[in-house]
Every structure is written in C-alpha cells, then in structure tokens.
Antibody, heavy 118, light 113 residues
C-alpha cells in the first residue's frame, strides 16, 4: 500500500525557518521525483519545485529560489523541504507529491499546515 | 510562466447530468517531439489532498471511473463528467508540466444543486 506521510502542523514566528518531511513507502521512491505544492487558504495550488530522488537534482520555481531548499534520504525513503525567512504570506498547507517516475503527481501526502504568526 | 485559466470557477450540477470544465493555457502544451500533451487534471475533495484524475490530456488514472474524460489540444482543454455523482463534489484543477515551473489553474468548484 502506497503512503506518503508528512510531518505534523507547525506554528512559526516571522523570520524563522520550518522543515517539513515526507516519508514514502509502497512504491519505487528512488525512481521518483518528489514535488512540493502549497495552498494558502482559499487560493489555488502553487507548485514550488521538485527533487529527483536518484540524482538529487532540484528544480525550484523562481519565487522560491532564495528561501527554499529540498533534500532527500534514499536510505530512509524520506524527502524534506525547508522554508527560511518566513512571513505571514507563507501560511499555507504544504503538500509533497511523488510521480513514481511518470511525471504526473501520482501520490500525495496528507498535507502539513504551516502557520506563520507573531 | 505558463498561465492556466479555468472556466467556470463555480459549477452547480444536478446528479445524473453531465458537467464540463474548460482550461486554457497561455502556451501550447503539445510536445511535437513525442506527441504528448502535458496537461493533467486533479480533484481536491473537501478536506482532502488533491488526487490525480487525468494525465497527459486524456489518460484516466488507475481507479478513476470512466464517467471522467479529458480532451482538447494545443491550448484548450476540457474535463467532462458524463453523469455527475454526489461523490464528485470538490475543486477541480488543471495543471501544465510541459515547462518549469508547473502551474495550476484557479480551480473549479463543483457542488450539487
């Protein structure tokens, strides 16, 4: 059975950082890209970027290139996303999704709510 | 960035009736090198993560009922539901991935009349 399990909700102060993890099981993680998508309340889905699990290659949307980093650990089947210099605009649900090598977002995590508030 | 524009944004539907959602991209999503069109459709049911419905224009994902179909070409795409069921309520998104960054439409909220 396929699972993408994300870490729990976070409340952070402006200017700090947050790390969201995403643990995969039940599908070929190493053949995948893990992609990160966020959704602010009432807003459309916003693609942040991806990491290719096998190579570690990263592609980030331009707006996130200065304050977002991705990582992955093949041995544990885990991917992570770190968002730095948080502002209230970063308050959103963050999703990881995996493509199992097919390009489209086949498997999704349950989402992690990140709230940025002073 | 490629802009994806969906219409309508809200779609009240009657169970058993058909429904249609349009999506237009600011650039062609057709790759002449391989003949693929890189538009996918996702459904986000209330309180849930998005789920894949249609990939590469017209291929239904595993487990997706055959009342869902995707069509179109170039820059104009359509998701059709032949007979809407109560479980189909939620927000439908088109997404392009022919070019980075991938981008989503605004979403179309389907609700039962």
């Amino acid at each position: 059975q396929v699972h993408l399990v994300q870490s729990g909700p976070e409340v952070k102060k402006p200017g700090t950082s947050v790390k969201v993890s995403c643990k995969a099981s039940g599908f070929p993680f190493i053949s995948s890209t893990v992609q990160w998508v966020r959704q602010a309340r009432g807003q459309r889905l916003e693609w942040m970027g991806l990491i290719a699990v096998a190579s570690g290659n990263i592609n980030l949307a331009q707006k996130f290139q200065r304050n977002v980093s991705f990582n992955r650990d093949v041995s544990t089947g885990t991917a992570s996303m770190e968002l730095r210099s948080l502002t209230s605009d970063d308050t959103a649900v963050y999703y990881c999704a995996a493509d199992a090598g097919r390009g489209y977002l086949l498997y999704w995590g349950q989402g992690t709510l990140v709230t940025v508030s002073s | 960035d490629i802009v994806m524009t969906q219409t309508p944004l809200s779609l009240p539907v009657t169970p058993g009736e058909p429904a249609s959602i349009s999506c237009r991209s600011s650039q062609s999503l057709f790759d002449s090198a391989n003949g693929n069109t890189y538009v996918d459709w996702y459904l986000q049911k209330p309180g849930q993560s998005p789920q894949l419905l249609i990939y590469m224009l017209s291929y239904r994902a595993s487990g997706v009922p055959d009342r869902f179909s995707g069509s179109g070409s170039g820059t104009d795409f359509t998701l059709k539901i032949s007979r809407v069921e109560a479980e189909d309520v939620g927000v439908y998104y088109c997404m392009q991935r022919i070019d980075f960054p991938s981008t989503f439409g605004q979403g179309t909220k389907v609700e039962i009349k």
